[in-house]
């Protein structure tokens, strides 16, 4: 078992930042990616972006370029560096994880981007 919890939500306006953070616990040695899913209104949930533990990143073509995800070893947590955000970025953005052959998802955290 693997549990996540998701930081760094809130609302900013377009053109700003916000940093997202998700802490793994438990069975986190099974670990083999992680990543970032949102779901907005009326939308289908679109993968944002993933990280694999063999070093590789990959991105939405919605986001490259305005977001990063990277991995900090020593807290167990992977971050999402969001730039130049935009409206269409507003979402409820979950936290996910492969480990030994099951999917685990986080509670999920409101960003809000206003125009």
């Known amino acids: 078992q693997v549990q996540l919890v998701e930081s760094g939500g809130g609302v900013v306006q377009a053109g700003g930042s916000l940093r997202l953070s998700c802490a793994a616990s438990?069975?986190?040695?099974?670990?083999?990616?992680m990543g970032w899913y949102r779901q907005a209104p009326g939308k289908q949930r679109e993968l944002v972006a993933v990280?694999?533990?063999?070093?590789?990143?990959g991105y939405a073509d919605s986001v490259k370029g305005r977001f990063t995800i990277s991995r900090d070893n020593a807290k167990n947590t992977v971050n999402l560096q969001m730039n130049s955000l935009k409206p269409e970025d507003t979402g409820v953005y979950y936290c996910?994880?492969?480990?030994?052959?099951?999917?685990?998802r986080g509670q999920g955290t409101q960003v809000t981007v206003s125009s």
């Open positions: 990280f694999t533990f063999g070093g590789s990143t």
């Open positions: 438990g069975s986190i040695v099974s670990i083999n990616l």
């Open positions: 996910v994880t492969s480990a030994g052959g099951n999917d685990y």
